[in-house]
């Protein structure tokens, strides 16, 4: 496997081989992922492996339930009083038994190479090996060198970023700093991730926006109280290290209204009537309030546009937010983000790291966009987008442009913990390869290559994100 997604043609598989050794073994930061805090906070040992590596990743289970097998039988939770499964084997077992609908999927590439590198399995997976498998990886969950906080040890993790809401109390964060894990500069930090106090379509937004008040004494019943909330929270989560906020919202639309206007739309929304074009006026708005916040206090400002959410509403009613529902569409940036780029572009105090899941928009828009503007850098390939072939198109895309200095490094945005170490390094080697085919075309000295390998494992997402400590940095 040493020469995994290198290519065929010698020359350039050689020199992909050596940029690729350049970096294995270099830190891995994760400025931006969904892995629970509570998982290092408490240190537990993980549990079944069903528990750890199925039930929770949605990549799995939505590939599942596109052939009918519904999410209960897989142990996601549900809410609607259908039985769910709990026993690890059997559900191990019904996932062994539909393998081959993973065939030639990231899916497949991430837990084949994380049984092999994370828990040394040298069994494939196969419906005849599931009880196999399962007990191996069961038995290595109980040793003390698999418990989370050493895993993150074994895994070379210098930082790791989580996503919080502003409701978090961050009891968790806090427990990390005590044991010298959080804070500033610490190992695992949180991130401001705003949109259930933003986006009046959430479910109860307006009780997501008193109780904000509350718990940081504002007066959020008016508007000039609901961002005087929204500063204080920033400063409790840069005091728990956060080095960014992240918005996921439907469209990447900015707007700049003034403060009567945001006003009359935040009264609309307490009352209960605003409609949806209300709701995105309001978001599109307060991208721009968060631009001005960033500039204030330093985040780097996270920009997730491009899903509808719970697409699949079935899936929705029975097992909530976040299991697989939501779907991809076409996103405007040009336009959508004009008028925020209008007032703070230019402005090198800002960092906007952009995403999309409408890689059509690569060359037409994000790459000239980044190669424009000073507060702007391409996020990395996302969601539905972080395959390796995904991963190989953005730098075919985005390369002529906006070079690889506009771009933000690679983020793993996973829940699945064991599957950090294995996205990283699959990351790596689509680098590897695209430099190296650079340097057989002539286009790239091999000197040159390797500094900008190092610089996109390690250097930038670390510089970008201000995990080096220097806001100006």
Known sequence: MSDLLFGTEARARDIARELHTLVQDLPLICPHGHVDPGILADDVPFPDPAQLLIVPDHYVTRMLLSQGIAPARLGVPGRTGEPVETDGRRIWRLFADNWHLFRGTPSRLWLERTFETVFGLGTPLRPGTADEVYDAIAARLAEPAFRPRALFETFGIEVLATTESPLDDLSRHAKLAADGWGGPGGRVITTFRPDNVVDMEFAGWAGAVERLGEITGADTGGYDGYLDALRTQRQAFIAAGATSSDHGHPTARTVALSPAEAAELYSRGLLGTATAADAEQFRAHMLLEFARMSI??????????????????????????????????????????????????????????????????????????????????????????????????????????AGFYNTAGFVDDTRAFCSIPVRHDIARRVDAGYLADLVTQGRLPFDEAAETIADLAYRLPKKIFRLDGGRDS
């Open 296 to 401: 204030d206090d330093g985040l780097v400002m996270q920009l997730h546009p491009g899903s509808v959410r719970n697409h699949n509403r079935w899936l929705y009613e029975a097992h909530g937010r976040d299991v697989g529902g939501d779907i991809p569409q076409a996103t405007d940036y040009v336009h959508a983000l004009a008028p925020l780029l209008d007032a703070h572009g230019n402005d090198p105090r800002l960092r906007v790291v952009l995403y999309t899941l409408d890689e059509y928009t690569y060359t037409r828009e994000l790459a000239p966009l980044a190669g424009g503007y000073a507060a702007l850098y391409l996020g990395a390939p996302w969601w539905f987008l972080d395959s390796p072939d995904g991963l190989r198109r953005f730098r075919e895309a985005v390369t002529d442009t």
